[in-house]
């Protein structure tokens, strides 16, 4: 949105939109004047337990604008700069939490997976937390939309890897040198691989309790047995934001367990309520995509909610 199309010499959408709002338009061009303000804000900054940043226009009426103070700042403001001292224009909206207060994959989905008695103790941390709490019940007997994703075993094995890996500080890159080994026989990749996995403590247990390997030599194998072109799978990191949520689920495996995320879970990081249930199918594919709507593209596509909240929130002070 931001990009500058320098090959056919246009602006960048971004930028035409904001001159349209501030140069005004239609008949009465006077009065559809808006001073505006260009945003990049990170969800995660607004009680969203998620690395999203957007970008976002914010415009109040001129007339409005000069009648309260309002001004924008001349270039882009973001809500990163905050935790900088940078406060912005009148028109940015503060982040909610605190930079040492912002939500992790624990904060949004432990009561999922973590034992009754302390799910209590999780429920209390978030009660002094955000506005997060309001979305998690107080027991984990049922959810909407928690539909586990069924894979095959040689998928679970190789989400195991990736686990393992994650937590051992090693990158997929290794399946790119398995991969090279297995279609040149060169002994320098496999030698590569070896180096790499020094770095790995045996036997190789996975974060659901699977022992993957118990020697190196056999995790070589299972790693050449298991190599597969897409390593764009990535396990989330339980105390770090997740990643940006999309509409397609397959790249993004549970830290824990070996599957990808469900609905419910995907939700959870974008700050829906456990209340809100998404209709329809979970995933579609093909040409049904033109008409239908499913579940993960309902969730990836959305504006979380409490950032959403938060933007209304500023704007109704600037306005009252």
């Known amino acids: 949105m931001r990009r500058r199309f320098n090959k056919h010499d246009e602006y960048a959408p971004f930028s035409k ?136 075993e040689k998928v679970e094995a190789r989400f195991r890897l990736y686990q393992y890996f994650s937590m051992n500080g090693i990158t997929t890159k290794i399946f790119n040198l398995a991969a090279k080994y297995s279609t040149t026989g060169d002994k320098n990749y496999y030698e590569q691989i070896d180096v790499e996995l020094d770095k790995c403590s045996f036997p190789a247990v996975s974060p659901d309790g699977e022992i993957i390997s118990k020697s190196k030599k056999e995790l070589i194998e299972i790693i050449l047995l298991l190599g597969t072109k897409k390593h764009s799978q990535r396990p989330l990191k339980l105390n770090a934001p997740s990643p940006t949520v999309v509409s397609i689920p397959d790249d993004v495996i549970h830290p824990l367990s070996p599957r990808t995320m469900t609905v419910r879970e995907q939700a959870r990081f974008q700050s829906f309520p456990d209340y809100f249930e998404f209709r329809s199918k979970e995933t579609t594919g093909g040409a049904r995509r033109k008409i239908d709507v499913p579940q993960y593209t309902q969730v990836g596509n959305a504006v979380p909610p409490l950032m959403a909240k938060a933007i209304a929130e500023h704007i109704k002070k600037l306005l009252l």
């Open 17 to 152: 939109i904001k001159a349209l709002l501030e140069m005004g338009f239609g008949e009465d061009q006077e009065s559809t004047q808006y001073v505006v303000q260009e945003l990049q804000l990170n969800a995660m900054h607004y009680g969203v337990p998620q690395h999203r940043p957007r970008v976002l226009l914010l415009g109040i009426r001129k007339d409005i604008a000069e009648k309260k103070g309002l001004f924008a700042t001349t270039d882009i403001w973001f809500s990163d700069n905050y935790f900088k001292g940078d406060e912005g224009s009148p028109l940015c909206p503060r982040p909610t939490v605190k930079e040492h207060e912002i939500l992790t994959v624990r904060d949004a989905i432990g009561d999922l997976f973590i034992t009754p008695i302390d799910n209590a103790k999780y429920i209390k941390k978030l009660n002094s937390q955000s506005g997060f709490n309001k979305i998690i019940k107080g027991t984990n007997s049922s959810f909407l939309n928690n539909n586990f994703r069924q894979h095959s």
